[in-house]
């Protein structure tokens, strides 16, 4: 089969690492690459018809982990087979799914990758693969961080049926989103108004992205140059961003309230703060999170796109073949809105 392989460091030069990542032209095509196989309980082999790429992936210690390994994580594709074992599994050959792989599993820039059952749900039927593929590992992120780790209500999406546009505030709490023009922001920004908050989102420019996160539901969009200045406070805040908007974060949070972090470099942040701050704001519940796979959100989120409450964003496609170019136009942060989608 077809896949991108990154390729090891020249012989006499260093290993490839998180220190010392591959370029993207480590990102090489194969054309007989060996078809994976499901050995265990709970596999399926899907046949990849669109995967997405995402930004740092080849900063990543896990990619590392593996000589030659194949990048990716969001994938959207069919169903080939499952694994020989007996147990029940919720598909079979021909359905079409989308999921992520955890993220020490990445594998899915090929024509064939063997995921987790729980790894996977069925495809919304009126998006593209290329869509579908753009939904998993942004969304769910912002799924988690909204309604796992800051503990906001999840909306019950059945109830919201054709109220897309007319979703009434009825929490009284107030949320910020960082970076919300993000790949994370956007559905931030959506799911955390479909559960009723009032959502203000951060933006390097109002000018720019205004309309088009107000037609994300947010009810106020805030210039980053100006959270300096903002003296309000948020029940929950939700970063994208880390440094020193993170840092700037710590004293926006209502007292009690909730401040969550996503962005890659933040790891330990609440500790760092703790420990450097004269004001530590012991009252915070502050963390930082990687995303899991999780069939049940998936099943949500997919319920939320099927009645036309959640809008799924592509940026660009480019054929597997392009998978270094897609990833150098990942690192621009130029492209549109929305995931960089690898199609195969
Ligand atoms: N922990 C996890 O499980 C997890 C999962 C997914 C992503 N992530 C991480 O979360 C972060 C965001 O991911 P993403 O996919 O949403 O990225 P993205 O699509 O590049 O979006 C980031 C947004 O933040 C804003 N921004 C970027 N750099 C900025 C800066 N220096 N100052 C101010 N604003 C800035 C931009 O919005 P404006 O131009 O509108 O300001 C941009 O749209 C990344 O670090 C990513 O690695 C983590």
Redesign the pocket.
Known sequence: MQAIRLRPASPGQPPYSPQNPAPSSALQLGNDVQIPMPTHAGELLVRIRAATV???ELTWPEIYVTQSAIPGLDFAGTVVSTSSSNEESPFKPGDEIFGMVD?DRSSVWAEYAVVKVEEACAKPLMLSWEEAAALP??AL?AYQALFDKAGLPRPAFGDLRNRSHNVQETTGRRILI????????IYLVQLAKLAGNHIAA????VD??RAFLLSLGADEVVE?GNLGKDIRTYDAIID????K?LEMCWSRVTLGGNLVS????SFGFDQKHRQTSADPREDVRAV????KPSRAQLEEISQAIDLGLLRAFVAESFPLMDAQLAYDQCKQ?SSGRGKIVLTI
């Not at 994208?240 to 440094?243: L, P, R, V």
């Not at 930082?288 to 995303?291: G, K, P, T």
């Open positions: 995402t930004r740092d993220t590992l942004s992120t960082t970076g919300a023009t993000g790949c994370v922001g951060l933006t390097s420019s720019r992205n980053t994208t961003i880390g440094g908007i996503v962005e890659s470099s930082f999170f990687i995303v942060r």
